[in-house]
């Protein structure tokens, strides 16, 4: 196998992206170019900030682009080196084909799922909900059509139940974060290879498909009396946006934190709309 870098652009926007830059740099595997989502308005002051991709990109000195659409200017753009191949870790716009198959080896994509389980926009928070305590990461070869592409390189993940010291089920937001960097590893070890044409790419069994949605605050609406483990698990997947709540005496409560003792759902740590977090009692 050569020892050449691989030549790549990284395509990516939010804090779980850098996740993955991180891993591909323990490796010593810099993209050369590195696409992200243009800056936007931040907090209260409306702040126009970069996305964390482009910070980190800044701090890395590796030249950035934030185009507002993919048209052609930008695929010409691209077309101007001679790329092995392109890596897409959670970026804002699907790629159309003209993108995908610039590069000599095509497009990568780390999906923190055991595809084809848990295509779409929350695998992670989704295998929360469905107490799926074996999961993993997956790097696919990008395709049109959203996580159906075939597979490069799978790492399976079984967390065991939780003993008091952090195992299942996880927070939702610590959980992305593990994945995410399990996804760079694997992606870390499957570059070369992939690159130098060592790695066969499987096509997924559509028919054991299952899909994921983009979760709204009334999926994160808790019922403190009802099943406490399902209860449990939207208290633990939902702790970031959108984020477990209750209404109690017409307040919005989000919980933080809570527990299942004697068979029964014990609420410990919340939010009251107005105030700052607290014990429950």
């Known amino acids: 196998m050569s020892t050449k870098k691989p030549l790549f652009v990284f395509f990516g926007t939010p804090e779980l992206s850098v996740c ?16 992200t989502a243009p800056p936007k308005p931040q907090g209260r002051g409306l702040t126009i900030t970069p996305t964390p991709v482009a910070l980190w990109a800044a701090e890395h000195t590796i030249d950035v682009v934030t185009p507002e659409r993919l048209d052609d200017a930008f695929v010409q ?6 790329w ?32 084809p389980k848990f295509r779409g926009p929350s695998p992670v928070l989704s295998a929360i909900l469905a107490d799926e305590r ?12 959203m996580d159906a592409g075939p ?8 967390i065991d139940e939780d003993t008091g010291d952090g195992g299942w089920p996880p927070k939702g937001s610590e959980f992305e974060k593990f994945l995410a960097t399990e996804g760079g590893n694997l992606l870390a070890e499957t570059l ?19 899909y994921t949605k983009k979760f709204s605050p009334e999926d994160a609406l808790i019922d403190p009396s009802g099943d406490p483990r399902e209860e449990l698990l939207k208290i633990r997947a939902f ?19 809570a527990a299942i003792v004697d068979s029964k759902l014990k609420i410990l ?3 009251p709309e107005g105030k700052q977090e607290t014990d429950w009692k």
């Not at 993955?20 to 696409?35: F, H, M, N």
């Not at 597979?151 to 079984?158: C, F, L, S």
């Not at 702790?239 to 933080?256: E, M, Q």
């Open 20 to 35: 993955v830059l991180d891993a591909l740099e323990v490796r010593g595997q810099l993209p050369a170019l590195i696409v």
């Open 134 to 145: 074996i999961g993993g990461v997956t790097i696919m070869q990008l395709t049109e059509k």
């Open 239 to 257: 702790d970031k946006s959108p984020r477990a709540h209750f209404f109690h005496n017409g307040k919005r409560i989000i919980v933080t934190d």
């Open 192 to 210: 070369e290879p992939w690159i130098a044409g060592d790695v066969p790419a499987e096509p997924q069994d559509e028919a054991a498909a299952t």
């Open 269 to 271: 740590r919340v939010i």
């Open 84 to 115: 092995d191949v392109f890596v897409v870790a959670m970026y804002a716009k699907l790629l159309p084909q003209s993108v995908l198959t610039l590069p000599r080896r095509g497009t990568l994509n780390v999906h923190p799922s055991l595809l």
């Open 151 to 158: 597979i490069v390189a799978q790492a399976r993940i079984e």
């Open 77 to 82: 753009m691209l077309g101007n080196s001679d």
